[in-house]
């Protein structure tokens, strides 16, 4: 819609980059930040394991943060609903680790969470679009869950395109989320796809100043968005 202004973007860092024993000053270190994002993996569906939800349930008493849960995990059924009731802000699991994501999604809801479908860059968009009205998260994979630090896929960014166009003709109202890659060189590209909510881990933690860069990505990614209608 031409004369509308676009969103400001959400920046959230990962704080699988951040020092886990110092989790608290980590969350404080990147003040400003529009979500906080926290990896969960059960070395099951991820070939790696971090932290689950007593964790999160220390972390959630520390900081005002919104929680984003992004759970790297084998049967979210049981496990995702719980971190919704601890008082995350959002919580996401993987389309590919079940076979109901909307009874998922339901249930977190019902917890009183946002919920997120996190689908990895070899996933498509399309089998999932119709059942997009039941989440309020998309959570677009840009590496391989399991890991930071790693390079940016760009070919995962039609997927982004394919539900900004269906958001922006209003057919659907979901939050579009990028993770995995996600810097200064790489950042551009995905605003320009479309995506409201960019997470970055080395790039935030990697930096002298994690508050500053959270400012700078958000900032990079508003200038690279604000040509487009929303
Ligand atoms: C990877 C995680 C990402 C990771 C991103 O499986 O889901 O959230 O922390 O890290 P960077 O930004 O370093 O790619
Ligand atoms: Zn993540």
Redesign the pocket.
Known sequence: MSGQHARTPLIAP?I??ADFARLADEAAAVEGADWL?V?V?DNHF?PNLTLGLPVVESLLKVTDIPMDC?L?IDDPARWAPPYAEAGAHNVTFHAEATDDPIAVARDIRAAGAKAGLAIKPGTPVDPYLEILRDFDTLLV?S????????K?IAEVLPKVGIVRRLVDAGELTILIEI?????TDTIEAAAEAGVDCF??????YSADDPALAVQSLRNQAAAASKHLAR
Do not use: C, W, Y
């Open positions: 990962s699988l980059a994002h990896d993996m991820v992004h790297m994979m590496v391989e869950p399991g890991f930071g630090g790693q940016f993770d995995g890659g996600i810097n997470v970055a881990g080395s790039a935030v």
